[in-house]
């Protein structure tokens, strides 16, 4: 059986960050996936700016070295396509110019993004990294820590110290951490690659479409290298049962009838098949720590709840597990009450964005009001460059939670 101050349970965004920030700090790790990679994982594949920062935290030299990779495409921003049918266009940074700047975000395949942050994890002496090694059993000992089972019941990994990062349905998650699946706060989520899609943006802003029949849930189109386009739908797991949608029946019946996207979809195909998955939404604060362990990514419930963002929480919540982990061990104290700093640190950070897209997210109640913005934005680029600086300062963005502010916008002079 292996012993080890720090097990890290999933090599993802959330585990390879945390294993390589310990790396960083001469910190050893033990990292485990029951996966080999490079594997697929169910996404939207969009790296915003975010994602880009973390990489940079990493090593400075990691955006470039992404960007160097073919399987990666530059992004410059998002289109918002408003119930009504207006575009609301919202670069990721002002003033960009695409054939000189630095891409603010890239889109790329999970199964070659995680395996670009795999294959810096291969290089690291420091993490100790363990393929096709799935656990099926955590059981606490006397004194403080796991012993982590295989599927046959036979003990693998003895640790101190737990960095859990093995995605939404992580059995740590639901059955040790006790956090639950709370459809007001879960999105059920479609996905599939299509060839031959038109229309396709020209610097590659990412598309979200909010048609009204449809609410409140979306539709994305995201362009990928090699002509290729990640399309899916997601919609709250409360909405899909009240409503009782048939999420791949409404995607297909979008795709072949909207008018917005039927031509361009008329000679589309699907390169594989459609997948589903699910989101735990960070739209309420959880308990994201507790004796001998933290909770990572989607783990830990960090989804942005209004546009289903999670590789660059869960990045960033693997960041902070790292340095809390380093304290952890230099002190040799691993209790929930010492852990607790993670949480606060985590929620720190992001906490101001999710609630402020918890609020976005209740918007789609009113859909006459997100179409009223849009429309507005759309025929007046002041304001739209407003919106778009709103929405990438999260300290402007607060205002969306203001009624005066719609009130200004939609009456003012």
């Known amino acids: 059986m292996l012993q080890t101050d720090i097990c890290i349970l999933g090599a993802g965004p959330a585990g390879a960050t945390a294993a390589l920030h310990l790396a960083n700090k001469g ?37 470039d070295l992404l960007g160097q990779q073919q399987e990666a495409l530059p992004s410059w921003g998002i289109h918002f396509i408003s119930p009504g049918g207006h575009k609301l266009s919202v670069p990721f940074v002002q003033q960009y110019n695409p054939e000189q700047d630095v891409p603010a975000g890239y889109i790329s395949k999970r199964v070659d993004f995680d395996d670009f942050l795999v294959r810096q994890v291969r290089q690291r002496p420091e993490i100790d990294f363990r393929e096709s090694m799935e656990i099926s059993k955590y059981e606490r000992v006397p004194e403080g ?32 951490a006790r956090l639950e699946q709370e459809p007001a706060h879960y999105c059920a989520g479609l996905r599939a690659y299509y060839k031959n899609v038109q229309g396709m943006d020209a610097e590659n802003f990412i598309e ?22 990640n399309v899916g739908v997601g919609m709250l797991s409360s909405a899909v049962s009240s409503k009782k949608v048939n999420l791949k029946k409404e995607m297909q019946r ?20 459609i997948k589903g998955f699910g989101l735990p939404l960070g739209s309420k604060k959880r308990s994201i720590s507790g004796d001998n362990y933290m909770l990572l990514g989607d783990a830990g419930a960090l989804i942005d709840p209004f546009t289903g963002e999670g590789i660059s929480n869960a990045m960033i919540s693997g960041r902070w597990a790292a340095e809390h982990a380093a304290k952890s061990i230099a002190s040799q104290d691993f209790s929930a009450a010492t852990l607790q700093g993670y949480d606060k640190a985590v929620y720190n950070r992001l906490w101001k964005e999710l609630r402020l897209s918890r609020h976005l997210q209740k918007m789609l109640r009113y859909p006459w ?21 709103m929405l990438n300062d999260v300290d402007l963005r607060e205002r969306f939670r203001q009624p005066s502010f719609y009130a200004k916008l939609l009456f003012g002079s």
């Not at 490079?38 to 990493?58: F, H, Q």
């Not at 979200?208 to 386009?229: C, R, T």
């Not at 009001?369 to 600086?389: G, H, M, Q, V, Y």
């Open 369 to 389: 009001l997100f179409d009223a913005i849009a429309a507005r934005a759309s025929k007046n680029p002041t304001l739209a460059e407003t919106i778009s600086c």
């Open 254 to 273: 979008m795709l072949a009838e909207h008018p917005s996207l039927r031509e361009r979809f008329a000679s589309a195909e699907v390169v594989d098949s």
């Open 27 to 63: 910190i050893p790790s033990l990292l485990l996936d029951k996966a080999t990679f490079p594997r697929d994982k169910i996404c939207g594949d969009a790296l915003s700016g975010k994602v880009v920062n973390e990489l940079r935290r990493i090593s400075p030299e990691l955006p």
């Open 145 to 176: 820590g796991f012993i982590l089972s295989g599927k046959q019941g036979e003990p693998l990994v003895q640790a101190k110290l737990l960095l859990v990062a093995n995605g939404a349905q992580s059995g740590f998650t639901r059955h040790v």
């Open 208 to 229: 979200l479409h909010f048609f009204i029949d449809f609410l409140p849930g979306y539709l994305w189109v995201f362009p990928l290298p090699n002509g290729e386009a």
